[in-house]
């Protein structure tokens, strides 16, 4: 065997690999239920496109060097433009608008300054943060611009704040079966009520907390 035909051999194997990488979103929404052990597998499997993608046209070209016809699995590149969730539909009408920030502050961050700044330059309506320490949020109590809000801190990776600039009403701190906090509220907004949900899920790393994580989404 040559080099060129033991290239060619292993790069087929790869192509086909990273070709199935790409189509691992869409065998993920196929598959029924969320439940188990291969919905969790397929789903964190989703997260390296743009690897599988790189992986396709190059041992894709590599394949191609014994047989042309590998080039066929290139037209899978567009795969990863068209399998991403959607994004969000864009403000429309002349109604008032409200601005959400959500900040992951990062446990073990202790400085305070560069949000109180980010939040002068920015102004939202509403910040949610994540992974709020006791002594992060004791460093938020001269928010003047912040009149509304919920802190539930934690020395864990599930402290959790709601900041506003608007009234808040009904606000409650619920904690999951596994003590894990979100934040819901009603938000008085241009006459409206905003009905908002604060929360920051366990990290999908057993297929429990991945069918958890979705259920709260949903």
Known sequence: ?????AIATRARVL???????????????????????????????????WIYLTGLI?????????????????????????????AAMPATGPGALLSVMSANLHL??????????LLARERPDV????????????QLEGLEAYPYRELAPDYGPFGIGLLSQLPLNGVRVVHDQDGVARIEANLDH?????????????P????????QRNAMLE
């Not at 241009?190 to 366990?202: D, K, S, Y």
């Open 108 to 117: 073990d961050n202790a400085e305070a300054q560069p949000l109180r700044a």
């Open 127 to 138: 910040v949610v943060l994540l992974e709020l320490s006791p002594d992060y949020a004791r």
């Open 58 to 86: 190059l041992f894709g070209l590599l394949a191609a060097l014994g047989d042309r016809r590998w080039l066929v699995l290139l037209l899978a590149f567009p795969l990863p433009w068209v399998t991403p969730a959607p």
């Open 190 to 202: 241009a006459g409206q009520t905003v009905r908002l949900i604060a929360f920051h899920p366990m």
């Open 1 to 5: 065997m040559n080099l060129k035909h």
């Open 15 to 49: 192509a086909t690999l990273s070709l199935l990488g790409l189509l691992t979103p869409l065998l993920s929404q196929a598959y029924p239920g969320q439940e188990g052990a291969i919905p969790w597998l397929l789903d964190l499997t989703t997260h390296w496109q």
């Open 204 to 211: 999908p790393i057993e297929p429990r907390f991945h069918a």
